[in-house]
């Protein structure tokens, strides 16, 4: 299996632009999780996906963020507009209940300039 | 609100020794306890996981412990090697929020 796929691996972007981050999950997988890490903060969750609906997405941060699942197999976290504190690494993960073993992939580096 | 702290942030140790992670968690109403490790640059892999009802995991050189009264997890690695050296990160998972610790950087010395 190749693993949970994200894309891009790098994005640089000016602040006030539209970013879409893309996330492949693990094929079987119906749970899956958007993280965002940062050194002051660390690895915070920010919304999870259980068969393509969004049960939990507290961890937003505000409007700006929004994210999808529209079928099994892809996800999408949009920023619009950015601002330069959303720079961090962002983290997809995927699991297969009833096991709660998430697997990530390999992050996004968004920078915002 | 549940927190979850690893002390210490830091640790570097010779090579062949034995070692302890720790983790510490406020709310001990916790689903289960997962350890993950990060290496520079890449995504987390799982180590081992611990559901609330169990008191240990083991997977070769690693052992993780789960204390839930008192809040407290701990990760052994026996016989530690330079290819340990990375972040290890704890999380707690209740009611479906995962909360994660910020890691104890680990530098396993030649």
């Known amino acids: 299996d190749a693993g949970v796929i994200q894309s891009p691996r790098h994005e640089v972007t000016e602040m006030g632009q539209e970013v879409t981050l893309r996330c492949k999950p693990i094929?079987?997988?119906?749970?899956l999780f958007w993280y965002r890490q940062t050194m002051m903060r660390g690895l915070e969750l920010l919304i999870y996906?259980?068969?393509?609906?969004?049960?939990?997405d507290s961890g937003m941060p505000e409007d700006r963020f929004s994210a999808k699942m529209p079928n099994a197999s892809f996800s999408t976290l949009k920023i619009q507009p950015s601002e330069p504190r959303d720079s961090a690494v962002y983290f997809c993960?995927?699991?297969?209940?009833?096991?709660?073993?998430?697997?990530f992939g390999p992050g996004t580096r968004l920078t915002v300039l | 609100k549940q927190e979850v702290t690893q002390i210490p942030a830091a640790l570097s140790v010779p090579e062949g020794e034995n070692l302890v992670l720790n983790c510490s968690f406020t709310?001990?109403?916790?689903?289960?306890l997962q350890w993950f490790r990060q290496d520079p640059g890449k995504g987390l892999t799982s180590l081992l996981l611990?559901?609330?009802?169990?008191r240990e995991q083991t997977s070769g050189r690693l052992n993780a412990s789960l204390d839930k009264s008192s809040g407290r997890s701990t990760l052994y690695i026996a016989a530690s090697q330079p290819g340990d050296s990375a972040t290890y990160l704890c999380?707690?998972?209740?009611?479906?929020?995962?909360?994660f610790g910020k890691g104890t950087r680990l530098h396993i010395l030649p």
């Open positions: 993960a995927s699991s297969l209940p009833p096991s709660d073993t998430q697997y």
């Open positions: 094929s079987g997988h119906n749970s």
């Open positions: 996906f259980n068969n393509n609906v969004p049960i939990d």
């Open positions: 709310d001990s109403a916790i689903y289960n």
């Open positions: 611990i559901q609330s009802s169990q």
């Open positions: 999380a707690v998972n209740k009611d479906d929020k995962i909360i």
